[in-house]
Each structure stands twice: as C-alpha cells, then as structure tokens.
C-alpha cells in the first residue's frame, strides 16, 4: 500500500514539475480507474519530456466521448462498450483494465462484509442501522450514483437482488467516482460503491460480499476500462501513449494497483 501511494504521489510530482515546452495530451472522461490511468499517464510523462499526458477529473463515460466525437480533444477514457452508433462516427475503443466494483464503507460502521440480500436490503431502504448486520449502532446514510453510471450498471446485471432494485430515496447522489469516495469518507456510517482499487483501503472499508473480496475470483462485478481515438484525428503523441499503454511496465502498474489488465 505505502509503495503503490508512494509511487503514485512521485509520479504526479513529475507531471506536476515538467518542462514548460511539453506538450499536455488531456484524456478526458470516465472517474472509473482514474488512479490508475494517471499513474500510468505520470509514468508515461517521466520517460517523455515533450508530452504531459493528463487525466483531469471525470466528466463521465459520456463525456469523453462527446469531447473526442466532436473532436474537441484527441484521447477519452470510457468504462463502458461503444454503442455501434458510436463506433460509426468513427470512434475506436482500447480495452486497458478491468475494475471490480467495491462496495466501501466508512469506518465507523464496524463491518468488513455483507451477504448480497444485505447489501439489497440496504439500498432498498430496508435495513437502516449497521447494528442489524453485526456492526456499530449507526444508522447507514446510503450513497448511490445516477442510473447512467458504469458502476451500477454492471451492479444491476450482475449482482444478485440489484436487477430491478429501488434504491432508497434517502439516500445522496453522487455525480462522480471521485464523490461517492469523498461523500463515504466523509460522513460516519456511510456506504458507496465504484471501481476498486488498493487505494481505496487506505481510509475506507473495502467489504467482502458473500465472502468474496473483489479481487477474488468469482467476485460478481467489474467494469472494463478504455480509452477511445477517432483514427482520423489521433496525433502522434496519442498513438505513441496508447502504444505505452499496453506495454509489460503498464501491465505490471495495473496488476499492482488492483485492477486486472486485459491482454491482447
């Protein structure tokens, strides 16, 4: 944990302290995998002064790829499939990462997993205490994301109770990864859920559900993330960091932060 902080942290300083004449190559989308993409856009800019590829805060799946279809910027990020209308106005997806979806707690609710009906039953509404399932006597404050995100999306198809869930309407809404992370870290009983990463255990509970942790196999819910070019756009700069991105170095980064590299 301390190593991946460590490395992460003197990664962006690099970025953070280049050369006045790079170049900056934004990608722009997704908050799925963001850690990870910017250690690996950090990494990518160390060995390449002329280019400072950057992975601003998310604007969303949706987001990146309205920027690069309009071509208003070269490189986005997504952590879902193109639709073929997507694909048709000439938009290219390459895989780089799975991201299990982690359900992460604050604290202060004394709990390290949940069955899968519990954790339905929580984002229905109908347990409201963490003391109903073994933890603090805290009431639960449920953080949920919008319909379009990624990470829910996969939750509804794939774990069990989430298909046709009604999630409580007292519950905050959260617009971005980053937020419900913040939003859980932030207030005591707190839940969440997005795409995990090593990160995450830091200062939150990452929990067991059904008694799989997320990076255990059989572990129900990832997400895959992606970055997205219009062929007849993409700059040398960007093709030589797509390239970069699926190198054995890159390879090795994602696997050490958690998520699951996809190969070709």
């Known amino acids: ?26 990608v722009v989308g997704t908050g799925d995998g963001i850690e990870v993409l910017r250690m690996i856009a950090a990494a990518y800019s160390a060995k390449n002064p002329h280019t400072t590829v950057l992975i601003p805060p998310s604007i969303g799946s949706g987001g990146g790829i309205a920027a690069v279809g309009s071509d208003k910027e070269v490189l986005g990020r997504i952590a879902r499939p193109l639709s073929d ?21 604050h604290r202060s609710s004394q709990v390290s997993g949940l069955t899968s009906r519990q954790l339905a039953d929580i984002y229905a509404g109908k ?88 990076t255990d196999p059989g572990y129900p819910s990832a997400v895959t993330v992606s970055l997205i070019h219009k062929a007849n756009t993409i700059t040398p700069e960007a093709k030589a960091f797509l390239a970069y991105s699926r190198t054995p170095e890159v390879i090795d980064m994602i696997t050490q932060l958690g ?3 996809v190969r070709e």
């Open 1 to 26: 944990m301390t190593q991946v902080r460590a490395l992460l942290v003197a990664g962006l300083t690099v970025v953070a302290l280049g050369s006045a004449k790079a170049a900056n190559l934004p």
């Open 127 to 214: 347990i409201v205490n963490w003391r109903e399932v073994g933890g603090a006597d805290l009431r639960i404050k449920v953080v949920r994301r919008e319909e379009a995100d990624s990470t829910i999306a996969i939750l509804r198809q794939s774990m069990p109770g989430w298909k046709d869930l009604v999630i409580t309407e007292r519950s905050k809404l959260a617009m971005t990864t980053q937020e419900a992370v913040n939003s859980v870290k932030e207030v005591d009983g707190a839940i969440g859920f997005g795409p995990y990463t090593k990160l995450l255990e830091a200062e939150l509970t990452v929990l067991k559900i059904d008694g799989k942790y997320p």
């Open 85 to 105: 209308a997507e694909r048709q106005q000439g938009l290219v997806a390459t895989p780089l990462f799975h991201m299990p979806s982690a359900i992460f707690v």
């Open 259 to 261: 998520a699951v590299p």
